[in-house]
């Protein structure tokens, strides 16, 4: 079964630092995601990423944060200066369409800001 | 604006049983809906899902129905096992053409007890 894989699963990083989390996508898939989530709370939409360039984001998705696909594998999301309401879990998705299907999640990278 | 709800956050079932986990949405754009399974630190494992022009979705002991008059979907899982506890979450998207986003309702614990 094809995965979405996520480096690393733990990251904890000091307030006003930069961090970088990375994600592998499906291979066949051509669109990819970015979702959070804070501790207790639901699975939030961060931005989505489509030929090469950001489809689509969201309100929190804000000039701190930074997507790119470097090298046609990786996906990566950048956040330049980390506050302490960055602490959550960091979801990366990959679809082979844009209308839903094959949605599929990594398993996470817990960032702790401290 | 909770677009996607999930009134109920916890069930719990006796093994053997019909589980049956609502979900409610607001927004009459979403055209295609997804169950996601989520176990504590991993990533959302993909269920079932319905497109609106359906429904009905049936895998295995997973069945999904969508009563878009009502805008209520609900997940059936039967005979329902110890294995199924976890938190369920619905969502729901609405193809804009490029990407789409998901939007999560707030999850409900399953407890399925021996």
């Known amino acids: 079964e094809p995965e979405v894989t996520q480096t690393p699963s733990h990251q904890v990083t000091q307030m006003g630092q930069e961090v970088i989390l990375r994600c592998v996508p499906i291979?066949?898939?051509?669109?990819f995601y970015w979702y959070r989530q804070i501790l207790g709370q639901k699975v939030e939409f961060l931005v989505s990423?489509?030929?090469?360039?950001?489809?689509?984001k969201s309100e929190i998705f804000d000039d701190q944060f930074s997507v790119e696909r470097p090298d046609g594998s990786n996906f990566t999301l950048k956040i330049r200066s980390t506050k302490l309401e960055d602490s959550a879990m960091y979801f990366c998705?990959?679809?082979?369409?844009?209308?839903?299907?094959?949605?599929?999640f990594g398993s996470g990278t817990r960032l702790t800001v401290v | 604006d909770q677009q996607v709800k999930q009134n109920s956050p916890s069930l719990s079932v006796q093994e053997g049983r019909i589980s049956i986990l609502n979900c409610d949405y607001t927004?009459?754009?979403?055209?295609?809906f997804l169950w996601y399974k989520k176990y504590p630190a991993e990533g959302p494992t993909f269920l079932i899902s319905?497109?609106?022009?359906?429904d009905k979705n049936e895998d295995g002991r997973f069945t999904v129905f969508l009563n878009k008059s009502a805008k209520h979907l609900s997940l059936h899982i039967v005979p329902s096992q110890p294995g199924d506890s976890a938190v369920y979450f619905c969502?729901?998207?609405?193809?804009?053409?490029?990407?789409?986003?998901?939007?999560f309702g707030t999850g409900t614990l399953l407890a399925v007890q021996p």
């Open positions: 998705a990959s679809s082979v369409r844009g209308d839903g299907y094959g949605y599929t």
């Open positions: 291979s066949n898939h051509l669109y």
């Open positions: 990423f489509y030929n090469n360039e950001i489809s689509e």
């Open positions: 927004n009459s754009m979403f055209d295609y």
């Open positions: 319905i497109s609106s022009i359906k």
């Open positions: 969502a729901a998207s609405a193809y804009g053409g490029a990407t789409n986003k998901l939007i």
